[in-house]
Nanobody
Framework: QVQLVESGGALVQPGGSLRLSCTAS????????VGWYRQPPGKERELVAT???????NLADFVQGRFFISRDNAKNTVALQMNSLKPDDTAVYYC?????????????WGQGTQVTVSS
């Protein structure tokens, strides 16, 4: 059994910063791509950022220059540093991980953490 647990969601004012963190635990042999999706209220889920095991990143255009993704392979964690936050960044943020559990590689999702950007 593999679990992804996010933390760090909060209410923040426009222009502020927030750091989300996600930790994977359980039967993990290796972790390939990890990252973050988000689902704004009333909208579809969308990709925010991903990072591969060798550090290659992919960020959505709408967060370029504001959000930064990093990972700690030794701790099975991935972080999302969010700066210059806007009201449009309000969403539930989900951590994802493409994890090999000894039998197969599958994508796991966290339960989500709420980020609200409002004055």
């Amino acid at each position: 059994q593999v679990q992804l647990v996010e933390s760090g969601g909060a209410l923040v004012q426009p222009g502020g910063s927030l750091r989300l963190s996600c930790t994977a635990s359980g039967r993990i042999f290796s972790i390939n791509r990890v990252g973050w999706y988000r689902q704004p209220p009333g909208k579809e889920r969308e990709l925010v950022a991903t990072i591969t095991s060798d550090g290659r990143t992919n960020l959505a255009d709408f967060v370029q220059g504001r959000f930064f993704i990093s990972r700690d392979n030794a701790k099975n964690t991935v972080a999302l540093q969010m700066n210059s936050l806007k009201p449009d960044d309000t969403a539930v943020y989900y951590c994802i991980g493409d994890i090999y559990d000894g039998r197969t590689v599958r994508r796991y999702w966290g339960q989500g953490t709420q980020v609200t950007v409002s004055s």
